[in-house]
């Protein structure tokens, strides 16, 4: 069974920084493209960074390029995004998830975590 559990969300000042993680169990962990999505209160699910099994390749949505570092520790089976230089409107409930390829389509997930909220104050 494949569980996905994120976690380091919290409450943090504008210009701050968190580190969220996603340890992942019941699946070859180097073999699936791991990403980072995010939704606010009344917006849709959207796009934040994903990168490939060996980490070596990854995708930024422009809202957050220069800001957010995806990252993954295949020896530990987690998946990371550093979050710098946070904005109110970073505001969201962040999900990991898994995919066969690097892409940025919600749809082409088929592993997700449970969320951990993100709330960054002005």
């Known amino acids: 069974q494949v569980q996905l559990v994120a976690s380091g969300g919290g409450l943090v000042q504008a210009g701050g920084s968190l580190r969220l993680s996603c340890a992942a169990s019941?699946?070859?962990?180097?073999?699936?493209?791991m990403g980072w999505f995010r939704q606010a209160p009344r917006k849709e699910r959207e796009f934040v960074a994903s990168?490939?099994?060996?980490?070596?390749?990854?995708y930024y949505a422009d809202s957050v390029k220069g800001r957010f570092t995806i990252s993954r520790d295949n020896a530990k089976n987690t998946a990371y995004l550093q979050m710098n230089g946070l904005k109110p409107e970073d505001t969201a409930v962040y999900y990991c998830?898994?995919?066969?390829?690097?892409?940025?389509?919600?749809?082409?997930?088929?592993?997700w975590g449970q969320g951990t909220q993100v709330t960054v104050s002005s």
């Open positions: 990168t490939t099994g060996s980490g070596g390749m990854s």
């Open positions: 019941g699946l070859t962990f180097s073999s699936v493209a």
């Open positions: 998830a898994g995919s066969r390829w690097l892409t940025r389509n919600t749809n082409e997930y088929d592993y």
